[in-house]
């Protein structure tokens, strides 16, 4: 296929994509200027919808007339479904909703076991209603967007013990979370094709991952989720690249690479050889900081998170790319989606026509609807969703930053239930993080890695940080463990149980190496899914220092 037959698909394709997604966009659009009618709507099509499913009969839905009615009912965590989840798993019908489960999704925090998210059709369509603007979004705000690839994030099969379930347990693929036709659009626009899904082995994964990326050169669009996704993807590009190069250059997958015969076969279907291209990277210098423009010179757009602490490896992508805008994605999770980001601005609007929210004030714990929010104010999110969650605290803390007419804009904050608490010091991972920021502010650096990880040896217990100073820096350890310790003990707990010598001061333990790349391997053979890790800058798992660094 010539250049000019390649690049004419591959505007159509992302041109049908927009058009695809704009009734999603002028839906949305009309939807926050009557926040109150639409999410008033969406409840009352969820509790009818499910009125006669073993839920709605117990908290007896067809009684429920308004949104103060429903308010009624009980805050759930995902522990108040264990019998419904066990239930759908049998196969039993009408659990949680009128809908047919298709699957049951795992999902896991850094600190959490696995849970079972029911997915519906209804669900689907609910994150379709918030993908559809985000992407019509991204079209309009960067027109030239049209004219090039995408690479999505595609994470490697994870073994998950689930237990026997006569439900699909995951997604075949991460593209499910698109409707058929955008799927059918993906084929033609993503530069990495969807079966690399099934390549188990990480290293495999990393090498043909960055192979499909550096053979095309017309690269606009990036998106993952944490950005440390592509920034450890990149760093392991300089050492791979002379065999990518001769992969490039044969059309041919290096014979080293782990795969059977039949994934082989067709991954290297999307493979030709491809002369002009490796001479072009072979020019490229890779120790320069921003190599990766040279790489993808068009690129546009880099969607990642940048809320939270993300903000290191976010500066890291904005140096790798300088000609592109670092667009922060909004606040999602596998049980559904709050925000999303919208054109230049990256404002996160909040998702009103995709679930029912609520928003629980952390200052005086009372609930407000998504139209009876402040700016300014704190709040924990709770869902309902087309899935068969009903009051479901997600857990997350967000701040209103204002409003796109009547919808509010949030910005991620932290989690409410990340707490360690040894012998009592309850300390909270927003505590830990504003520490060690004050530290950072206060040695003028910024750390490559930080994480605060509890320790217990005997009846002793106490913390340990374990740090990567940015290079170059002579930072005392004992200077940054005293510190850390002044900092903590403004937690009226952790100085009580300091005071008491039932924790031992702070330790600090100096990582070398690439922490980040360690402790991303680390979570990974923890069954965690590579594109779907978050770093924490708070451990609650007392083995996590001798694990992560054994």
């Known amino acids: 296929m010539s250049n000019a037959v390649r690049n004419i698909r591959v505007f159509l394709a992302n041109l049908a994509w927009l058009l695809s997604c704009m009734p999603g966009w002028v839906s949305f659009v009309c939807a926050t200027r009557n926040v109150k009618r639409v999410q008033a709507s969406l409840l009352t099509r969820m509790l009818r919808r499910n009125r006669h499913t073993d839920l709605g009969r117990a908290h007896r839905f067809e009684s429920i007339l308004n949104e103060k009615d429903y308010a009624a009912l009980p805050l759930t965590d995902y522990e108040d479904y264990a019998d419904s989840i066990d239930a759908i798993k049998s196969g039993r019908a009408s659990v949680l909703t009128r809908d047919h489960v298709d699957l049951l999704q795992p999902t896991s925090g ?107 050169s017309n690269l606009r669009l990036i998106s993952v989720w944490h950005p440390s996704f592509m920034t450890v993807l990149l760093k392991a590009l300089p050492r791979l690249f002379p065999s990518i190069l001769r992969d490039i250059e044969s059309g041919a997958i290096n014979p080293d690479i782990k795969l059977d015969r039949a994934l082989r076969q067709k991954l290297g279907s999307y493979l030709s050889p491809n002369l002009n291209r490796a001479k072009e990277l072979a020019q490229i210098d890779l120790t320069s900081p921003s190599f990766a423009h040279a790489i993808w010179p068009g690129m546009r757009v880099v969607s990642c998170w940048t809320d939270g602490n993300s903000e290191p490896w976010r500066s890291e992508l904005a140096v790798l790319f300088p000609q592109a805008a670092i667009q922060g994605k909004g606040l999602a999770a596998t049980e559904g989606i709050v925000s999303f980001p919208l054109g230049k601005s990256g404002q996160k609007v909040c998702a009103v026509r995709s679930h029912y929210f609520e928003f629980i004030d952390a200052a005086n714990g009372e609930a407000r609807r998504a139209w009876e929010v402040e700016a300014g104010r704190e709040y924990g999110v709770v869902l309902t969703t087309g899935g068969g969650l009903y009051r479901y605290r997600l857990h997350d803390i967000v701040r209103v930053t204002g409003f796109d007419h009547q919808a509010p804009c949030l910005e991620f904050l932290g989690r409410d239930n990340l707490v360690c608490d040894l012998v009592g010091e309850k300390l909270n991972a927003r505590h830990v993080e504003s520490c060690i920021r004050g530290i950072e502010r206060e040695l003028g650096c910024r750390f490559a890695f930080a994480m605060l990880a509890p320790q217990k040896n005997g009846i002793r217990a106490g913390y340990v940080l374990l740090a990567q100073p940015p290079a170059g820096q002579d930072l005392a350890d004992a200077r940054i463990a005293d510190l850390m310790e002044t900092a903590l003990r403004t937690n009226y707990h952790y100085d009580h149980a300091r005071r008491l010598s039932q924790l031992e001061p702070v330790r600090v333990l ?34 996590e220092s001798t694990e992560f660094f054994a």
Do not use: N
């Not at 990582?511 to 800058?537: N, P, S």
């Open 110 to 216: 850094s600190t959490s076991a696995t849970k079972l998210i029911p997915y519906t059709k209804m669900l689907a369509g609910q994150f379709r209603a918030a993908i559809d603007p985000w992407i019509a979004s991204l079209y309009l705000a960067f027109p030239s967007l049209l004219f090039g690839r995408h690479y999505w994030s595609i994470s490697p099969s994870t073994p998950c013990p689930t237990g026997k379930s006569s439900v699909r347990v995951g997604f075949a693929g991460d593209d499910e979370y698109l409707g058929f036709m955008q799927r059918s659009f993906a084929r033609v626009l993503f530069a990495v094709p969807p079966e690399i899904a099934r390549v188990v082995d990480h290293d495999d994964f990393e090498y043909l991952t960055l192979l499909f990326l550096c053979r095309e």
């Open 510 to 543: 100096r990582i070398d190496g690439d922490a980040t790349e360690k402790y991303r391997r680390h979570l990974i053979g923890k069954a965690m899914k590579a594109g779907d890790i978050k770093f924490q800058l708070l451990s609650t798992d007392v083995a």
